[in-house]
């Protein structure tokens, strides 16, 4: 059989495998060394042995669909990209390496909830979470970035799900319309942010989306029991543009509050609904009296319970 070259020459001639530049060649030779099953395999047995250092496998591409399972019972496919960070680390360490303090609950929770909402789905991992949890309940999930919510409609799709995830490409904050999105330099991005100016500095494009508001996204005669938020900062945006959401549904809420995050804004929305706040830990929800964001940014996951629901943890 005759070697495929890792860059074919143009038309012209002039763009050669050996001129490709080096960084790229490296990372081309390490994505066609994974996509033989047996080493991919090998590395993934080492990594949950703790043989293989994370130096080896987080930089190892995951091209593949894979099973995900969690102790209490929920489990969906994954199809995972190249440089999915989320997929690799579930294909690599399982469910218990990526936010299992937020996962495991979250995955409890949706047992009980007719309708989630997943805000800043990514790839989907929460709305696959949810479905999977419960095999009766819906979820809508919102994703704005164009290719990463092909991959969000692949993953609902491998599961035939489709009657049961409602994905639509759009954001959420406080007022439907157009805005302007800033979309990191990365394959799999999971920093885009309303914020053109991008999120933390992170060099990227400016991309113009459609925006939709919480209660403008779901039907009168439809209730929501369970809400995740992820949008990099604008967390309390989507908030605002629930009022009857919140007033009239009580959804719990599981959202990202990083260090400079908007926890007061949150807080100021949250509290006179009478909502009380946790903080996912290893432990467990620990109750506190304020959002207080983890400056190590390890643990960065609340969850915000209205009084009458304290039962549901």
């Known amino acids: 059989m005759q070697a495929t070259p890792l860059v074919s020459a143009d038309n012209s001639g002039q763009r050669q495998a050996g001129m490709m530049d080096p960084k790229q060649l490296g990372r081309e030779v390490v994505r066609r060394a994974a996509g033989v099953p047996r080493l991919r395999d090998t590395i993934r047995r080492g990594a949950q042995l703790g043989v293989v250092p994370g130096a080896v496998w987080k930089r190892v591409p995951v091209e593949v669909d894979f099973p995900v399972s969690f102790p209490d019972g929920a489990s969906f496919r994954y199809l995972s990209s190249a440089y999915d960070g989320i997929g690799r680390q579930l294909f690599f360490k399982g469910v218990t390496w990526w936010e299992y303090e937020t996962t495991a609950l979250f995955g409890r929770l949706a047992v009980r909830a007719s309708l989630t909402l997943d805000i800043g789905a990514n790839t989907g991992f929460y709305t696959l979470l949810a479905a999977g949890a419960n095999p009766q309940g819906r979820v809508i999930a919102f994703e704005p970035v164009p290719r990463i919510f092909a991959r969000l409609c692949d993953n609902i799709e491998l599961n035939g799900w489709d009657h049961r995830c409602d994905a639509r490409q759009q954001a959420m904050s406080r007022a439907s319309g157009e805005m302007t999105l800033h979309v990191p330099d990365q394959d799999v991005p999971t920093s885009a942010s309303l914020n053109p100016e991008g999120y933390r500095g992170q060099s990227g494009k400016q991309i113009q989306v459609m925006v939709t508001t919480m209660d403008e996204a779901v039907p009168e005669d439809q209730r929501v029991d369970l809400i995740k938020i992820d949008v990099e900062g604008f967390e309390h945006d989507a908030l605002a543009g629930g009022e009857r959401v919140l007033g009239r549904d009580r959804p719990l809420i599981v ?49 915000c319970v209205p009084e009458e629901k304290k039962d549901w943890l």
């Open 255 to 303: 959202l990202e509050v990083n260090p400079g995050g908007p926890a007061e804004a949150i807080e100021a929305i949250l509290r006179p609904n009478g909502y009380r706040f946790h903080h996912l830990l290893p432990s467990g929800p620990s109750e506190v009296t304020s959002i207080v964001p983890d400056t190590e940014v390890h643990h960065r996951n609340f969850l």
